[in-house]
Structure formats: structure tokens, C-alpha cells
């Protein structure tokens, strides 16, 4: 682990939703797949999936592990006991 990894492993995780059409994520240690309807990112708080329409990425700061996307949100849902990996997985397996 790295210090950066270790810098975004000790933040705070928050999710701020805006009319439903900006969300700010702060805890994203990974951003692992993204389209206009769908976000899957790696947080210190597990696996997060962000659903909806015309999502697009506004900012995304790695090193501080923030990110803005602006679109319609329609769902928020953490994975519990999913692995982030085996969820691109099936995507992958669905586009083929």
C-alpha cells in the first residue's frame, strides 16, 4: 500500500445529492467502470454502485479521492459482501 492509498483509506466517506441532478462522493478510492447510466467505484466503505441517466464525470481528484458527476440519479446502492471485481465481471460478460 502506498501513501496514497493510505491517504484515501483514512478519509471520511460522504455522498452529497443535489435535486438529484449533482452528486459529490468524497471516500472513492477507485473509480472502476463508468457509462451514462451506471458508476462503479471502489470506496472506503466497500463497493458503490450509482445509477441513472446522462451520468457524466465533472471532476474526478484521485489523490484526494473525490468525485462529481452530474445526470440524473436514480439509485445508490453499496455492494455488501460482493467483490468490485466480480461485479465489472459480470457487466463484462452482459456487453459481450
Given at each position: 500500500?502506498?501513501?496514497?492509498?493510505?491517504?484515501?483509506?483514512?478519509?471520511?466517506?460522504?455522498?452529497?445529492?443535489?435535486?438529484?441532478?449533482?452528486?459529490?462522493?468524497?471516500?472513492?478510492?477507485?473509480?472502476?467502470?463508468?457509462?451514462?447510466?451506471?458508476?462503479?467505484?471502489?470506496?472506503t466503505l466497500g463497493p458503490l454502485v450509482l445509477k441513472g441517466s446522462n451520468l457524466e464525470i465533472v471532476k474526478l481528484d484521485t489523490l484526494a479521492g473525490n468525485?462529481?458527476?452530474?445526470?440524473?440519479?436514480?439509485?445508490?446502492?453499496?455492494?455488501?459482501?460482493?467483490?468490485?471485481?466480480?461485479?465489472?465481471?459480470?457487466?463484462?460478460?452482459?456487453?459481450?
Amino acid at each position: 500500500m502506498d501513501i496514497k492509498d493510505l491517504a484515501v483509506e483514512n478519509l471520511l466517506s460522504e455522498i452529497k445529492v443535489v435535486d438529484r441532478k449533482k452528486i459529490s462522493l468524497s471516500g472513492v478510492k477507485k473509480l472502476v467502470s463508468f457509462d451514462p447510466e451506471e458508476f462503479l467505484m471502489d470506496t472506503t466503505l466497500g463497493p458503490l454502485v450509482l445509477k441513472g441517466s446522462n451520468l457524466e464525470i465533472v471532476k474526478l481528484d484521485t489523490l484526494a479521492g473525490n468525485l462529481n458527476i452530474k445526470g440524473k440519479v436514480n439509485s445508490i446502492s453499496y455492494l455488501d459482501g460482493r467483490d468490485v471485481k466480480s461485479k465489472g465481471n459480470v457487466l463484462t460478460k452482459l456487453f459481450k
